[in-house]
């Protein structure tokens, strides 16, 4: 017959205040000592006791308490042992029958002859508890969820706030996760180069044993499916419009969805033609596609011509331009827009600068508009107060209150755009005139797969009318292209044009942020 030691301690809330299992084990092994029991074996684990049959070691000793080999445990108290009614029960019958000797707590001893009852009651008490915390933080998590502020965790792009109890915006990731989902809504990658662009951007998985990886296929889809992003809670099924900050639009959220049903990762071949899918034909809006003839030549070696035409789906004459006329006219049109790396650096070290004084004008727009936020969200509550005192019929309560809260909705709004505006401007003109400096970069020796993605995404539009491709520059490269001292030659910024507002550069930089704003439905600021 043995004497064992029994430590435990679970990783939830109920069992912060218990002590370590070193501390149990260190008073344990004096008391042991004490009472003149050798201890043959010491078990630990850290194992929630709520639910029975749940914990390997606790298992492994009713065995031995079956096999009738346990002559007494000693445990720090018994809810260390049992917070549930089947384990109480088998520990208190195999106490009753005499297959254990005694259960030894630092402040009191339980024996078959007089402890059943006792042993009983404080079982229930261990199990009663956890009834009631379950209770209590689901009474907590239903009321949180009620005022519109999820009870978990955040996803990613936005963190809890462990001083207010609600979630905020990420300081790095909102603005990453928001592109992600700007990416995947074009429907121009494939899911695989979604999550490889994701990886790129800097995100990084925050689950548990895995922080600091890549972001897996599971988890990027976790987060293109989340409503939580467009301003919605998902809890206990239903869906309810939450406090938090949304990140995205409820038309953009809507499209991505659109997107993902289009099995987006299932990737698509490389296209047969070089500027297949990027062309439309200018008379018809017809796609222009690509073909190939072959021409055996007098020698007997066959040749081979790649043309592009209208499809002719409605109609249309199919006026041809091979490909390598077609590729010039791409090359010659990106050589009017193609700019210098120092011009490029100029002009993003001047958006930057215009950049922070917009941000600080839009911060106070933020806080002006949350200020008004809150004291809509006050109307709302003295407005129910006055239906539940019965001062207003339900009529005309319901009136008041949809006013109200659209009043709310569209502030919202505002606040989300004022935050998400310099952002989305520093991220246009920056990704343009880098294309721009690429461009310049290679001279008069365009890769092939560069034309091909300016194409489809370094021009507004691309179309064919007759045997001459008609491209549209992007707005602000555009402006770029038709800046005097830059077509002429006359002249090149200097560095001490950053701190010369007058200068004729500042005009351009400032012009960029107008058609910027223009382009992307931000409303311009005075600065």
């Known amino acids: 017959m043995q004497y064992v030691i029994y430590t435990r301690k679970s990783t939830e809330s109920e069992d912060r205040q218990v002590q370590s299992l070193e501390d149990q084990l260190g008073v344990l092994r004096v008391l042991s000592e004490h009472n003149g029991h050798k201890i043959s074996q010491v078990i630990s684990e850290s194992k929630s006791a709520k639910d029975p049959y749940s914990r390997p070691a606790f298992e492994k000793l009713m065995l031995q308490v079956d096999g009738g080999k346990i002559a007494g445990i000693y445990t720090w108290s018994l809810n260390r042992l049992s917070r549930n009614l089947v384990d109480g029960g088998r520990l208190a019958h195999a106490l009753q029958i005499g297959k254990i000797g005694a259960l030894i707590t630092p402040s009191r001893t339980y ?79 494939s899911f695989a180069e979604l999550r490889a662009e994701a990886n790129k951007l800097g995100l990084r998985s925050t689950r548990k044993g895995h922080h600091g990886e890549p972001i897996s296929k599971s988890g990027l889809h976790k987060i293109l499916g989340n409503p939580f992003y467009a301003g919605l809670l998902t809890y206990k099924g239903r869906l309810t419009p939450g406090k938090h900050q949304p990140m995205i639009t409820q038309a953009l959220f809507d499209q991505v969805q659109t997107v993902l049903r289009r099995k987006l990762d299932v990737r698509k071949p490389e296209p047969q033609f070089a500027l297949s899918g990027g062309i439309t034909c200018k008379a018809c809006g017809c796609a222009v596609v690509g073909e190939r003839k072959s021409k055996t030549l007098a020698d007997g070696t066959v040749r081979v011509y790649t043309y592009y035409h209208c499809s002719g789906a409605k109609g249309c004459k199919r006026s041809a331009i091979s490909e390598e006329q077609a590729l010039r006219q791409v090359a010659s049109h990106l050589k009017e827009v193609a700019i210098s790396p120092e011009v490029g650096a100029w002009i993003l070290r001047a958006m930057g600068m215009i950049v922070e004084e917009e941000t600080l004008v839009r911060a106070q727009t933020a806080s002006m508009v949350e200020a008004d936020c809150k004291a809509l969200e006050g109307k709302l509550e003295r407005l129910l107060a006055l239906r539940l005192d019965g001062e207003l019929d339900p009529e005309e309560y319901a009136t008041q209150k949809s006013v109200l809260r659209h009043k709310l909705e569209t502030l919202r709004e505002t606040a989300r755009k004022a935050s998400s505006a310099v952002a989305a401007l520093l991220d246009y003109g920056d ?97």
């Open 111 to 189: 024996t078959s002859e007089d402890s059943a009852l006792l042993l009983a009651v404080e079982n229930g008490m261990a199990t009663a508890y956890i009834q009631d915390l379950r209770r209590n933080v689901s009474r907590g998590m239903d009321g949180k969820a009620a005022r519109g502020w999820l009870p978990a965790k955040a996803p990613m792009g936005y963190k809890n706030n462990a001083e207010t109890r609600e979630i905020d915006p990420h300081p790095v990731s909102f603005n990453l996760v928001r592109q992600v989902f700007e990416l995947a809504a074009t429907g121009h990658y």
């Open 431 to 527: 990704s343009r005139i880098k294309f721009a400096v690429e461009a310049f970069s290679y001279g008069n020796n365009f890769p092939t797969v560069f034309l091909r993605n300016a194409i489809r995404t370094g021009f507004q539009s691309a179309q064919m009318q007759g045997s001459t491709l008609v491209l549209a520059h992007d707005p602000v490269l555009q402006k770029i292209a038709s800046f005097e001292p830059l077509r002429n030659g006359s002249q090149c910024p200097e560095q001490s044009d950053l701190f010369n507002r007058n200068s004729v550069w500042w005009t351009l930089v400032h012009d960029i942020r107008t058609v910027a704003h223009a382009e992307l439905g931000i409303e311009s600021t005075s600065s």
